[in-house]
C-alpha cells in the first residue's frame, strides 16, 4: 500500500518527467506558428534576370496572424502618400523553418517617374514570398513582386531579396 508521501513522489516525479519532455516537444511543435507576429523587414527590390539592385532598401511591416492571415504596411516613399494600401493576403508553413506568403495591395491612382520612384499606374501590387527562420527572431527572404494595371496586366516585376527581424 502506497503511503501519501509514495504517491506524492510518483506524481511529483511523474511530473517532472513530462515537463522535461514536453518543452521540446512544445518547441518542435512550434513550427507552424514560428512566424506569428509582427516583423520589420528590410529589402532591397533586384532585377529578376541579373538580380541587380533597383533601388535603395525598403522597410516595410508584416504581421502574421495567428490562422494564416497576414498584414503589411509599405515603409516605402516610392509611392505619393496615400497612393498605395496596405496589403492583405495569406501564409502557410512550409515544413522545417520555412514558410510562404501572397499579399495584394491597391494602387489607387497613377503617378509619372520622379526618381529614384519608377512611377506607378492605378491597379494591383501582388508579391509572393518565401520566408526562411535564420533564428528565432530572424527571417530570410526572397519574393517576386508584380504590379498589375486596372486591366490586370503586368506592367512591372520585381524580385526583391531581404531580412525581417521580429518586433520585441
Not at 73 to 96: C, I, K, V
Not at 100 to 117: E, L, N, S
Not at 120 to 125: C, E, L, R, T, Y
Amino acid at each position: 500500500m502506497n503511503t501519501p508521501r509514495q504517491t506524492f513522489a510518483v506524481v511529483l516525479l511523474g511530473l517532472c518527467s513530462f515537463a522535461g519532455t514536453a518543452t521540446p516537444v512544445f518547441a518542435q511543435g512550434q513550427g507552424a506558428h514560428a512566424i506569428e507576429g509582427v516583423w520589420g523587414m528590410t529589402i532591397t527590390l533586384r532585377d529578376c534576370t541579373s538580380q541587380a539592385p533597383l533601388g535603395p532598401p525598403l522597410r516595410t511591416l508584416l504581421t502574421f496572424h495567428a490562422g494564416g492571415t497576414l498584414s503589411e504596411s509599405p515603409g516605402t516613399s516610392q509611392f505619393a502618400p496615400g497612393q498605395r494600401s496596405n496589403g492583405h493576403g495569406l501564409w502557410s508553413y512550409a515544413g522545417a523553418s520555412s514558410f510562404t506568403a501572397r499579399f495584394v495591395a491597391m494602387v489607387v491612382f497613377d503617378t509619372p517617374p520622379a526618381p529614384p520612384a519608377p512611377g506607378f499606374v492605378s491597379g494591383w501590387q501582388v508579391v509572393t514570398a518565401n520566408f526562411q527562420l535564420a533564428d528565432v527572431n530572424r527571417l530570410n527572404v526572397t519574393a517576386t513582386v508584380q504590379f498589375f494595371d486596372i486591366n490586370r496586366n503586368v506592367y512591372r516585376s520585381a524580385c526583391p531579396t531581404g531580412t525581417a527581424e521580429r518586433f520585441q
